[in-house]
């Protein structure tokens, strides 16, 4: 077992780095603030920090605190299966401490109301209080949570300007993958339908005795809708057979366009439908295919540059990590 502090060389980390990619973008790590002593206590030497990038130090405590933040609530693990995700958040640790220090050279900031403007727009994807609620069931306050998409609005506008300013798709790259992949564009029939679907049989007739009576369907199913799309006014958008529940498929592929369906029971609740439009299967030509060609490969190069980007990060930073109190820590 090693001891004391040892160097971690990009070769060290080999085996575990690889598991780590643009998902740190989703990811929001919460350590708490630094322990200071008490000043009324004898001067004793600094002990040496858990992990060490660049300047950044931290120490134990930090660390496990925040590795226990990003368990689930109630989660119970081995021994291994610990220590594996451990070193997994070791290495998630490191690359975000990178990752700060490079927005901090490069002066990269926010303005208090980027952070409202992105708050607000993650509290529309949550109705009336359970925004709220989310935040208690996850043990945090409105504060902290801010303090996380700040840190987490910030990764992402240096990735955008210093990383993935540099991914651009030529028509030639359009045209391989598109000769390569030609198959992918045969599309079934799709269907783009709304939906409401409620708990009671009694609900449900009467959000359907409103839509009868000539209210928007949007209007009926925010007001009404216990799914999650609901504040999307019930859109599912385009689907083909087979990729939602069956009791759907039945229903919306035999329903005209504009024509409301009866009440529907699954075992979700009680449902109404409405197709808003019908797409005839068809092979998509190559124009038709472009804009969806160019998502996929620009997706895939800003996965590349970005970790090319941050392995030279890693070769050019001094990063230090004291196995011996990192393998006391996974034995508790």
């Keep these: 077992m090693a001891s004391g502090l040892d160097y971690l060389k990009l070769t060290d980390l080999h085996n575990i780095m690889h598991i780590y990619s643009l998902r740190i973008l989703s990811i929001f790590l919460c350590l708490l603030g630094v322990l200071v002593g008490c000043s009324s206590e ?15 130090k931290i120490s134990k405590a930090e660390f496990q605190a925040a590795f226990e933040k990003s368990l689930q609530k109630d989660q119970h693990l081995s021994g291994i299966e610990r220590e594996e995700l451990q070193r997994s958040f070791l290495v998630q640790l490191i690359d975000r401490e990178l990752i700060h220090g490079e927005a901090r050279r490069l002066s990269i900031s926010l303005t208090a109301a980027d952070v409202e403007t992105a708050l607000q727009g993650y509290r529309q994807d949550y109705p009336g209080t359970s925004f709220e609620t989310m935040l208690h069931e996850r043990g945090v306050t409105l504060q902290s949570w801010r303090d996380e998409l700040k840190e987490s609005l ?11 300013s540099r991914v651009s798709i030529s028509d030639d790259e359009v045209n391989a993958y598109f000769k390569a992949n030609r198959g992918q564009f045969d599309r079934p029939a799709q269907v783009r339908a709304r939906q409401i679907v409620v708990a009671e ?5 009467e959000a359907l005795d409103l839509l009868r009576q000539g209210q928007p369907f949007a209007e009926v199913a925010m007001k009404y ?31 005209p366009v504009n024509r409301l369906s009866d009440l529907v029971k699954s075992e979700y609740g009680y449902h109404i439908f409405l197709v808003e439009e019908k797409r005839k299967a068809k092979r998509l030509s190559k124009k038709e295919a472009t804009e969806e060609i160019r998502s996929v490969l620009e997706s ?3 996965e590349e540059v970005y970790l090319r980007w941050l392995q030279d990060m ?3 930073a001094v990063i230090a990590v004291d196995w011996a109190q990192f393998e006391e820590n996974g034995k508790k």
Excluded: H, T, W
């Design 42 to 56: 004898p001067v004793v030497e600094k002990a040496v920090p858990l992990i060490q990038v660049n300047d950044q």
């Design 201 to 205: 049989e009694a609900e449900g007739q």
């Design 225 to 255: 809708s216990l799914s999650p799309d609901s504040q999307q006014g019930g859109d599912l958008g385009f689907f083909a057979r087979g990729e939602m529940p069956l009791e759907f498929d039945e229903i919306v592929f035999d329903l």
């Design 300 to 302: 895939q190069k800003k």
């Design 154 to 164: 910030i990764m992402e506008k240096l990735l955008d300007q210093a990383v993935f």
């Design 314 to 316: 890693r070769a050019r």
